[in-house]
């Protein structure tokens, strides 16, 4: 004999089934709509606490371009550089830089370290600060200090603005060595010609408003310069402190997150003393790791903000995640 009990949840399945059926064979479908494509997007500035400082770091753009050889690892053989590109999960025939601009305030002031590519090299990919400024919550007006680490175009290139300073209250902080070394008339033809040109017309007329600084100097209380050199002769990096909390700003001691960290020997076409600059990475990333500290730099993946930890002869550049938040 047939069971005919049947689970009250079995018909209702039933029941919908069978009115989902009837509805699909007696009713026409209506298409979906496609939807639109919005585009790639990524943030454009990040903000955190450093004990009583604030910092945030401003995308001022990225560009991509083939690499990572010979830009970087320009003494090694290409497949070399390629093989460590590939076991980090990049390609190894192009890669992409990013300008990172940092912004320090410390509550009583305002410091902007470099000001990004600027109308001169201004393109969809690049010379954006004043439109992160902007979406930071913050105007040129209220710039205080403007700290330059070094007068290569990427970090120099945002000082004026048609024509005038681009930060009108601002004063300015600047290594000696930097400053003489690229205001000097010989450096106005052959290789340093468009760095010393732009120096003249960027930074030479804020001259009267500039601070020269030496390492073991400070910018104000808690912002300390150290010495950065190799990548140009008076590259300079910056401990940043407050309330037992650290940070180094290192702009362009490491210019790409996995070559030059993982291999900071290797030598990279941007750096001018290039055996100082390897050291200058060993120095600087050696003390980051030792002291387990973070750390921004100028050309890491934006936010830009992270630590290093040895791996050989080298260091591991490892993201910020939450650490800053807490």
Not at 45 to 52: C, I, Q
Not at 127 to 146: M, T
Not at 280 to 289: D, E, P, S
Request: proline share 7%.
């Amino acid at each position: 004999m047939t069971d005919l009990r049947v689970s009250r949840r079995g018909a209702l399945l039933g029941l919908a089934g069978a009115a989902g059926a009837s509805a699909f064979a007696g009713a026409p479908i209506a298409a979906r709509a496609e939807a639109p494509l919005a585009g790639v997007s990524r943030p454009t500035f990040y903000r955190f606490k450093l004990g009583g400082f604030e910092v945030t770091t401003l995308l001022d753009g990225a560009v991509q371009l083939p690499g990572p050889h010979p830009i970087f690892g320009q003494d090694q053989d290409a497949g070399a550089v390629a093989d460590l590109a590939e076991a980090n999960f990049l390609p190894a025939d192009q890669m992409e830089i990013g300008f990172t601009v940092t912004i320090v305030n410390t509550g009583n002031e305002v410091i902007l370290f470099d000001t990004g590519n600027g109308p001169g090299d201004r393109r969809p990919a690049a010379g954006q600060l004043y439109a992160r400024l902007a979406d930071a919550g913050l105007s040129p007006e209220q710039i205080d200090v403007v700290v330059l680490t070094h007068f290569h175009p990427d970090h120099i290139g945002g000082l004026m603005e048609d024509g005038a300073p681009a930060f009108p209250n601002a004063r300015y902080v600047t290594n000696a060595v930097e400053y003489d070394f690229w205001s000097a008339e010989d450096k106005l033809s052959g290789g340093t010609e468009r760095v010393a040109r732009l120096t003249q017309s960027n930074v030479a007329p804020l001259a009267e408003k500039m601070s020269f600084i030496k390492p073991g100097e400070d910018v104000v209380s808690g912002v300390t310069a150290v010495d950065g050199s190799g990548h140009t002769p008076g590259h300079t990096v910056y401990n940043v402190e407050s309330e037992g909390r650290r940070l180094m700003v290192t702009a362009d001691v490491a210019n790409h997150y996995v070559v030059s960290l993982q291999k900071p020997e290797w030598h990279v076409r941007f750096d001018m003393d290039k055996e100082a600059a390897g050291q200058a990475r060993k120095q600087v990333f050696g003390m980051i790791a030792a002291d387990r500290i973070p750390f921004v730099g100028y050309h890491m993946p934006f936010p830009a903000v992270g630590y290093v930890e040895p791996l050989g002869d080298g260091f591991r550049f490892v993201p910020a995640s939450y650490q800053l938040n807490l």
